[in-house]
């Protein structure tokens, strides 16, 4: 099977700074920009020109600094908007302008007191104005996750002649199931007589905890752009998690699939971007969280031990993680026991570690964790009721 490229599109800089908290400075942004073209990433919406001086001075900033990445602004449709965002795209060696409007009844009755042919012809006309600053313009049908079909499929077709290269397909508010925006996807390939003009694109929120599922469904359904950020950051629930769609692209190669991700770097720029944005990961948060390594219960312990793949299916070094942990419970076994106690320079055999053993389970009792101290306390306990015997 041949192998289809997915374009990372990282919207950490606008989607996920609309978190509460996680408002950046000019400097920060950029220092995260460098970092994700570092990491391979192929587009960056660096922000939303128009909406403050501040984030207008960040976009041009990291238009000049940023050297081979797609550089990125989110506009209404709004001539002055896209205005906006050319002039801040101006340094950039590859500007985007990504401008669009709602396109769900929704949308249409209750936010634009509109109705379906009014907005596709604002749909036909913000692409018409971004096409005369770039060639490069990318379209959002924003609530296109409840979006007629047949309605979305005329949009964009229109906006395809209009110029846009690139159809962004929101699941705004995170409602669709995986197979239902499979399908909208698959139906757009199929019904948008243009469609080989542009590359459709996937931009799904996790209100539903579907975010990552439903963008692996459309780029399986034909999609070849995913929107995501760094930690799944993001208004709301947040956005599809960019470490979780690489490593899923990653690990199953029969989707044909493949991105330009330096999966080695995904850890590092995940605690990079907690940091910077003072939003800490949660400890279970797949590939980049605190726990995404770490084996508790015995029976886990055991067979990891015997070998790492049967309880792991990515290996830590692989996207930059520490090494593999296994943490020290209640629930341990004896082969976890006997493998801490090694790494801390005691080779028991088994009648000793049965020993330790009930000793340890009373500590682990009493505590949540047992660390490397209390082992070797326990050890050298355990070394003097042997002497005194």
Known sequence: MAEDKIYIFDTTLRDGEQVPGCKLNTKEKIEIALQLESLGVDIIEAGFPISSPGDFDAV??????????????????????????????????RPRIHTGIGTSDFHIKS???????????????CVTWARNFTDNVEFYAEDAGRTDNEYLARVAEAV????????????????????????KIAFLMNNVPNIDKAILSCHCHNDLGLATANAIQGAISGARQIECTINGLGERAGNT???????????????GLYTSIKSEMLNPISRFVADT?????????????????????????????????????????????????????????????????????????????????????????????????????????????????
């Open 60 to 93: 041009f900033q990291i238009s000049k600094a940023i050297k081979d990445t797609v550089i990125c602004g989110l506009t209404r449709a709004v001539l002055k908007d896209i205005e906006s965002a050319a002039a801040a795209l101006r340094p950039a060696a």
């Open 111 to 125: 936010k634009f007191n509109s109705n379906r042919e009014d907005i596709l012809q604002r749909a036909i006309q």
């Open 160 to 183: 395809i002649k209009a110029g846009a290269t690139t159809i962004n397909i929101p699941d705004t508010t995170g409602y669709c199931l995986p197979f239902q925006y499979g399908e």
């Open 241 to 255: 998690a960019l470490e979780e769609v690489v490593m899923v692209i990653q690990q199953h190669k029969n989707l």
């Open 277 to 389: 944005m003072r939003m800490p990961v949660q400890p279970n948060k797949a590939i980049v969280g605190a726990n995404a390594f770490s084996h508790s219960s015995g029976i886990h312990q055991d067979g990891f031990l015997k070998d790492a793949q049967t309880y792991e299916i990515i290996a830590p070094e692989e996207v930059g993680a520490d090494t593999s942990k296994i943490v020290l419970t209640a629930r341990s076994g004896r082969s976890a026991l006997a493998y801490r106690f090694k790494k801390l320079g005691f080779d028991y055999n088994r009648n000793e570690v049965d020993s330790l053993y009930e000793a340890f389970l009373k500590i682990a009792d009493e505590l949540k964790e047992v660390n490397d101290n209390n082992l070797l306390d326990l050890a050298i306990a355990f070394q003097s009721s042997t002497v005194t015997a």
